[in-house]
């Protein structure tokens, strides 16, 4: 799948785009396991040895989730795959990480790692910056069908919902609701992968295209939308 990047690496919008970035106070902060158990049903739904959640800053690219590269903070912007991938509105995926199909970075990093496969959708704000990238990352060749995009993009969705959540209840110095969100969204994510492994283990892998496991994965991150919305509303009420 040929991507068509932009010339610049940094977007028109650079401004607002980290105003917005730094008002959410999330990039390189500690680990929170709600955003490790997104990274890490991604890598199950995907089949893929890696996965992200990237915030794109000034000059890194702060990993704030990785499930197969722990102890990896992040990397240069000029070196990661996901500052060229918030710069366009569509998901990104690259099935090689030669120079010639994105000149915006560096690819010795992916190289050295025998990566080739990149498939990310961006983190959107309300207002629409794109801040970060939820990513999948692989050594083989291979591309991602229009049902597999479409789980990504709402994969990516949950996430952006899920630190606007965040926002929310640190801005508001409600810490304690906000530990009490995530152990809410970590037993539904924990169901989720639960049913991930099941389907994986009877169908010796899982396959995004058939209509019965679609349905099922779509149902589970619906699930995950309502907890959020049910959790946003309160937030509001609150205000």
Known sequence: MT????????????????????????????????????????????????????????????????AGAEGVPGLPRTESMCSAAILLDTPIIT???????????????????????????????PHGERIGMMAVIGREYRTL?????????????????????????????????????????????DDNAALTRYLVTRNNGINLDDNEIQDLVLRRLSGVGKVLDRRMQETQRAA
């Open 3 to 66: 991507q068509h990047f932009p010339d610049e690496l940094v977007p028109a919008n650079e401004a607002i785009r980290l105003r917005t970035l730094h008002l959410y106070q999330i990039a390189n902060t500690a680990p929170e396991k709600i955003f490790d158990d997104y990274v890490a049903w991604a890598a199950q739904l995907f089949d893929t040895p890696i996965s992200l959640i990237s915030l794109v800053d000034e000059e890194y690219v702060h990993f704030k989730a990785v």
């Open 95 to 125: 099935s090689d990480y030669k120079a010639e199909s994105c000149r915006l970075i560096k690819p010795d990093v992916a190289q050295a790692l025998g990566l080739n496969f990149y498939a990310g959708s961006a983190l959107q704000m």
């Open 145 to 189: 069908s229009a049902a597999e995009q479409d789980v990504l993009v709402k994969l990516a969705n949950l996430v952006s919902r899920t630190i606007e959540l965040r926002f929310q209840y640190l801005h508001a110095a409600r810490a304690e609701q906000w530990e009490t969100a995530q152990q809410e969204l970590t037993a539904t994510l």
